[in-house]
Each structure stands twice: as C-alpha cells, then as structure tokens.
C-alpha cells in the first residue's frame, strides 16, 4: 500500500467515531505500531483533527471533511461484485438502484479504471431464480423499515400450509436462497421464513414494537445457537 493512500485509510479508520488504538490499526494495514504512530504524527501536521494519544487509542473530530481519493482498481472489483450481486439477486427497485449507483462512479474514472470496470470477470446470472423468491423482497424491506407487522400464508417443506402474523426483523441471503427472519405471533418464538414459501403477505397496518428480547439481535443470537 502506498503511503498516501495508507494516511486516506488511518484518516478514514478514525472517522468511525471510535476510539482506536494504533495495535487495531497497524492490524488492518499490515504495518508496525511505529509506522502508525509516524503516519498519524504526519496527519496531524497537516491539520487533522486527531485527539488521543499512544496506548489510549485516537479518534477523529467529527467536523472534519475527508477529501475524496480514487478507488484501487481492487476496490473497484469489489463495487463491481457487490452491485452485480444486488441486480441479479435483490429486487427490481434495489437492483436499478445499483445499476444507477455504478453508473455514477463510471462517470467519475479515470480511464485506466474505466476499462477495468469494463472487464468483469464474477458475475451473477438471475435466469435460474425462482420468482417467489425475488418479488417479496421489497416489500419485505418496507416492512422492515416501517416495523409493520405481515400478515402471510406459508408453506412448509411437507407442503402443509398455516396463517401467520409476524414481525419482520431482517432478510438473509444464503447462496442458495432468501428467508425472513421474524417473530412469529402464532408460536411465540423466532422462526425462519424461506421467501418461495411465503404466499399472500399483506401489511396488517400495526407497528410492532421494539422490544427486548424479539429485536433483529435477539434473532441472530438464537439461530446461531
């Protein structure tokens, strides 16, 4: 990594608003405590305004602007893969969102990039996806936002089919498939909704609230167990 770009990552690393000790940030840029301590002396000199000290950590002031740096060509690939990812994978309304995003960081290239951006080599054919499990995600995401409770019909592996109301808390994407991960009023626990099996879902209209023990959190901690 070339210096001026490791002084952009400290710069941006302790934008975060959290303090960070010189051993985290010599982890993340593969560097010795020493170099970090001289780069951001260097920042410093400059004019970033860096509070903290060495074995406490640092922190940037929120007030300061971080000017733009071009992308890596690395960097590059990786928006490439992200965005196509959300086209293929996500809903119509997310997917041009990508499509017009990429566009605008076209737009701003230097050439050398522009042909880089040009030669995709990951891509994400769509043409194998079941439709039921693409069409609900926007919905599903307003839901989210909103914390608008679902009213839906879901059909299990065995083919039987049960009425559920449910508090939708996040979308996960497994490589193979969508689920809604929720609370389930009907059985008073978290379940785990895979998108092809959900039929009918409609917004019941009532705000569910954010409670303790049924949050997005409380989800994530119980399906890993």
Not at 82 to 94: C, I, K, N, Q, Y
Not at 138 to 143: E, I, K, N, Q
Request: net charge neutral.
């Amino acid at each position: 990594m070339r210096r001026a770009e490791r002084l952009y990552q400290i710069a941006l690393l302790l934008s975060r608003g959290e303090l960070t000790t010189a051993r985290e940030l010599a982890q993340v840029l593969e560097v010795c405590e020493r170099t970090i301590y001289r780069d951001i002396a260097e920042l410093v000199a400059t004019g970033a305004p860096i509070d903290g000290e060495a074995g406490l950590g640092y922190l940037m002031r929120s007030n300061y602007k971080i000017p733009p740096l071009m992308f890596s060509e690395t960097e590059l690939q990786a928006l490439l893969i992200g965005t196509g990812f959300v086209r293929s994978w996500a809903d119509p309304e997310l997917g041009r969102a990508a499509q017009t995003a990429m566009a605008k960081v076209a737009a701003v290239l230097p050439e050398s990039l522009r042909l880089a951006a040009q030669r995709r080599t990951v891509l994400f054919p769509d043409f194998h996806l079941p439709a039921g499990m693409i069409e609900p995600i926007g919905m599903l995401r307003v839901a989210i936002g909103t914390r608008h409770a679902l009213s839906i019909d879901y059909q299990r592996a065995d083919g039987a089919t049960s009425a559920r109301t449910v508090w939708p808390l996040g979308l996960f994407y497994w490589g193979e498939s969508w689920t809604l991960g929720a609370w389930c009023e009907l059985r008073q626990d978290f379940r785990t909704f895979r998108l092809e099996r959900m039929q009918n879902i409609r917004d019941t209209g009532a705000s569910f609230p954010d409670q303790s023990g049924r949050r997005l959190q409380d989800y994530v901690a119980a399906v890993s167990e």
